[in-house]
């Protein structure tokens, strides 16, 4: 089995910053690709950012210039630094990782069960 666990969800005032990580464990032959996606009440899960391996990092245009994506493939680690963050940027933020495990051919999506970030004054 594989499992991710975000950290760093809380609640900020206009402006603010919050750093959110994720953890990869389990059986992991290697891990292709992190990423972050969120999905606010009423509204379909969105795409933030993804790291790939060796990849060019990927950002949506609504965080482009305010966060940061990052891994530590040592550690199977991945952060998201948030700056200048928005009330439109509440949401329930979900860590995906696409993982090869050991003894499997073809790597898939594993998904965190989601840390809630909400910005307001």
């Known amino acids: 089995q594989v499992h991710l666990v975000e950290s760093g969800g809380g609640l900020v005032q206009p402006g603010g910053s919050l750093r959110l990580s994720c953890a990869a464990s389990?059986?992991?032959?290697?891990?292709?690709?992190m990423g972050w996606y969120r999905q606010a009440p009423g509204q379909e899960r969105e795409l933030v950012a993804t790291?790939?391996?060796?990849?060019?990092?990927n950002y949506a245009d609504f965080v482009k210039g305010r966060f940061t994506i990052s891994r530590d493939i040592a550690k199977k680690t991945a952060h998201l630094q948030m700056n200048s963050l928005k009330p439109e940027d509440t949401a329930v933020y979900y860590c995906?990782?696409?993982?090869?495990?050991?003894?499997?051919?073809?790597?898939?999506?594993?998904w965190g069960q989601g840390t809630q970030v909400t910005v307001s004054s």
């Open positions: 995906i990782a696409l993982i090869l495990e050991r003894g499997r051919g073809l790597p898939r999506n594993f």
């Open positions: 389990g059986n992991i032959f290697s891990i292709k690709s």
């Open positions: 790291v790939p391996s060796g990849g060019n990092t």
